[in-house]
Structure formats: structure tokens, C-alpha cells
């Protein structure tokens, strides 16, 4: 049927080549074609009566006819033909219009351009909701076309420089990072159109940082001098503040090590903030500083020893000893010492390196000397391991002259 179809118009066309030159008509043709609709708009003019048969023949580049029909002129001879083009064939078509009683046949040529597809990206969510245009959680990406799709086109989209794929569902961006999505059509000959692209740019891990703190110098987790702390915060994406506070003070951006140096338990609560606008949760350290050493003092009940009639007299301290920091850890006697040698037995019952406050001494000294002189030590040291030296002393006179009532104590403060 179409064969005879192709015929008749075809002798339609060559009927007016052979029309008699008395009845003659011009024919004119004219031919467009929409890109974007893809379609073709054939319109001309038959001489200046209505009624006349007019015939039009549409070749592709491929010399295949595309389209064939007849209508009949309108007012003034005029006349109008639209179609859409049946295949995607690229280049000149050729339009051949024959008429009742032309004069000759009029042709005319539209060019096929590559399907012009408008895409467009849709993200979701639409609006970042992080800082300076982050995502903090994964995102969708959709194409579509905005003007439609010839039946053998397709989308295409690549992610950072990757390779091309056949888009066919949404695209899910869950790794961090920046991504840049590139998209364009291709029509059914294989002909890509405009690339087109959107960034997206996701962060969804929050800074990580650590605490270093100066190694421990005193006992029982204890510092005795002042701990440095330094804080070091890494980040998948970037870093852009870290800030800390001790026992609950103020925010302070870090710059540098944090040094404490006021006695005492203290925390020291850190975290680090992206440039995406996460925000890592409170981290703490808990640091233990004395750097006080404890108060000792002691005392005895005798200052002198007289008659220095070689008898042992027994001799009590009265020993006191505080630290309001780590607490006092022990207080012991440390020795007994004088400034004369002295015989084995010149002292009893002193129990060194334990808290013994009751001790016997004799009372003698030599007889050229300028009299002998007891020293008494105790030692006191706190949990961090301060300690704390102190010392009495009792005389024992050359003579009477040179005894004293006045009870003498001294003390030396060490780490």
C-alpha cells in the first residue's frame, strides 16, 4: 500500500512538470524545522486559487523519503504542511512540492541538528545544611529533562572526572568530600550534548582530637610541677577551631600547650569544630597537680639537757604536719644526729623512717667542748610526693650559763 502510495504521489508531482504553459502556475516553497519540537514546517504558495492539489515529498540525508502527502490550496493558493520528523537523521532534508497546474516543481531544505536535550539537576535536600554550602549527611542528586527525551536518548553523568554512566536512577553521594556531577544527553546516533554539572560537597565526621599531657613526675597520678597539655585535632575535610576550658571556665580557642599551674584536681574539657560546621563532642582530662610541698613543724618538750651527768633522759616531739592539696602522706622520724661522735648507746629507743615522737638521749658532753647539740629530724611527704624536711635540736651545755628555755625548731621544703 505504501509502495502505491509513493506512486500516485509521486505522479502528482510530475503532473506539474507536464501541465499545459496556459494554465501555468508558480509554485513557491519554503521549509523549517524546530529544533527543540522537532518539527518540520513546509509552506508555499499556488499560483492565487483555491482548490488545487499540492503534493510534498520529504528525503533525509540518507536519500530515504521521510514524508509524503497531499492536501489541497487554500485561500489565495496558499498552503501548509507539519510533521514531525519520523527518525533521528541528522543534516539536510530535501522537500519536493509539486502542484495542480505548476509550472514546475519547488524545492526547498531544512537541516536536522543533533536533539538539543535541556537537563537539570535536582538535589536533595535543596539547601545545605551545614556551613559555607556542606552537607553533613548523604545527599540525592536526580536529572531530568526540562523540554523531554527523543525515545533513543539517554543521560549519561560521570563523578569526578570518572567514567561516563547511563543514568537510570537518582545518584547517591555518601562519601565525604567534594564531588563534582557531570551530566549531558546523548542521542540515538551516539552524539552527546552540553555538559552540564553540579558540586556537592559532604562532610558528615565530626573533628577528632587528642589530649597529650606532659608525663606524670609525682605519685599516686600526681604532678608536682606544672603539666603541659597539648591537643591535636585531625579531620577528614579540614579543621578550623579547637577550643577548650578548665573546671567549667570560658571557651578558649587553643593556640598553643595548656599549661595549669594552680594546685589542685582540675578538667580540662577540649573539642574541635569543622569548616562544614560539625562539631565533635566534649572530651575531658582530669589532671592532678600539687606543686606545694606540706607544712611540717616540730617541737620537743626539752631544749636543754642538765646536769650533763651522763644519765639517758627521755625526750618527746611534738610533731605537726598538713597539706590541703593531695593530703599528707607520712610523717617519720629521720635521724638523730649531734655535733660531738657519740657512743653507740647515746641514743635509745629512736625508731627511724616511722612516726616516733618519744626517744631517750643522753645527757653528756665533752669536757673541752663548748657543749654538744642533739638535731632532731622529721620528714613529711604528701600523696604527690612532696616532702617536706623539719629539724629541732636539744643542747646539752658545757655549763650551766649556757642553758636556754627557748625551744628550737627549723625547717627546709623539698620536691
Not at 508531482?13 to 522537532?38: E, K, Q, Y
Not at 502542484?99 to 543533533?114: K, R
Not at 563532642?281 to 582530669?286: E, F, H, R, T
Request: charged share 20%; with cysteine; hydrophobic share 35%.
Amino acid at each position: 500500500m505504501r509502495r502505491w502510495s509513493i506512486i500516485i504521489l509521486s505522479l502528482l508531482l510530475c503532473f506539474g512538470m507536464v501541465a499545459p504553459l496556459a494554465m501555468a502556475s508558480s509554485l513557491t516553497v519554503s521549509a523549517s524545522f524546530d529544533n527543540i519540537t522537532r518539527t518540520a514546517t513546509i509552506s508555499g504558495q499556488l499560483g492565487s486559487e483555491e482548490g488545487r492539489i499540492i503534493s510534498v515529498q520529504v528525503r533525509n540525508p540518507l536519500n530515504q523519503i521521510d514524508y509524503l502527502n497531499q492536501s489541497i490550496s487554500g485561500p489565495d493558493g496558499t498552503y501548509q504542511f507539519i510533521y514531525i520528523i519520523s527518525q533521528e537523521v541528522t543534516g539536510a532534508y530535501l522537500v519536493t512540492v509539486g502542484g495542480q497546474n505548476a509550472d514546475s516543481l519547488a524545492t526547498a531544505t531544512f537541516t536536522v541538528e543533533p536533539s538539543i536535550v535541556e537537563l537539570e539537576s535536582k538535589v536533595s535536600p535543596e539547601q545545605p545544611d551545614g556551613k559555607e554550602g556542606w552537607y553533613l549527611h548523604p545527599v540525592t542528586v536526580t536529572i531530568e529533562a526540562t523540554n523531554g527525551m527523543q525515545e533513543n536518548n539517554m543521560i549519561q553523568y560521570r563523578i569526578n572526572q570518572g567514567q561516563w554512566k547511563t543514568y537510570t536512577t537518582a545518584i547517591d553521594v555518601k562519601t565525604d568530600g567534594t564531588h563534582t556531577i557531570e551530566y549531558r544527553s546523548v542521542d540515538q546516533q551516539g552524539i552527546p550534548g552540553n555538559v552540564k554539572s553540579t558540586i556537592i560537597k559532604l562532610d558528615s565526621k565530626a573533628p577528632v582530637t587528642t589530649a597529650e599531657a606532659s608525663p606524670i613526675d609525682g605519685m599516686n597520678g600526681w604532678y608536682k610541677s606544672n603539666p603541659t597539655v597539648n591537643l591535636m585535632a585531625s579531620d577528614n575535610i579540614s579543621v578550623t577551631q579547637t577550643v577548650y576550658r578548665v573546671d567549667g571556665s570560658e571557651w578558649t580557642t587553643y593556640s598553643q600547650p595548656v599549661t595549669l599551674s594552680v594546685s589542685g584536681i582540675h578538667t580540662l574539657e577540649y573539642k574541635s569544630m569543622d569548616q562544614a560546621g560539625n562539631e565533635e563532642a566534649v572530651k575531658s582530662l582530669s589532671l592532678k597537680l600539687d606543686n606545694v610541698a606540706p607544712e611540717l613543724s616540730v617541737t620537743l618538750d626539752k631544749t636543754t639537757l642538765w646536769p650533763a651527768n651522763k644519765k639517758l633522759v627521755t625526750v618527746t616531739a611534738n610533731v605537726y604536719a598538713a597539706d590541703d592539696i593531695s593530703q599528707t602522706s607520712s610523717i617519720v622520724l629521720t635521724s638523730i644526729t649531734s655535733n660531738e661522735k657519740l657512743q653507740s648507746d647515746d641514743i635509745q629507743d629512736a625508731r627511724y623512717g616511722m612516726f616516733d615522737t618519744s626517744f631517750s638521749l643522753r645527757a653528756e658532753r665533752k669536757g673541752g667542748g663548748s657543749g654538744r647539740v642533739y638535731t632532731i629530724t622529721y620528714t613529711a611527704i604528701d600523696l604527690a610526693g612532696n616532702k617536706t624536711i623539719a629539724t629541732a635540736i636539744i643542747k646539752v651545755p658545757h655549763d650551766q650559763g649556757h642553758t636556754s628555755d627557748e625551744p628550737l625548731t627549723e625547717s627546709e621544703n623539698g620536691n
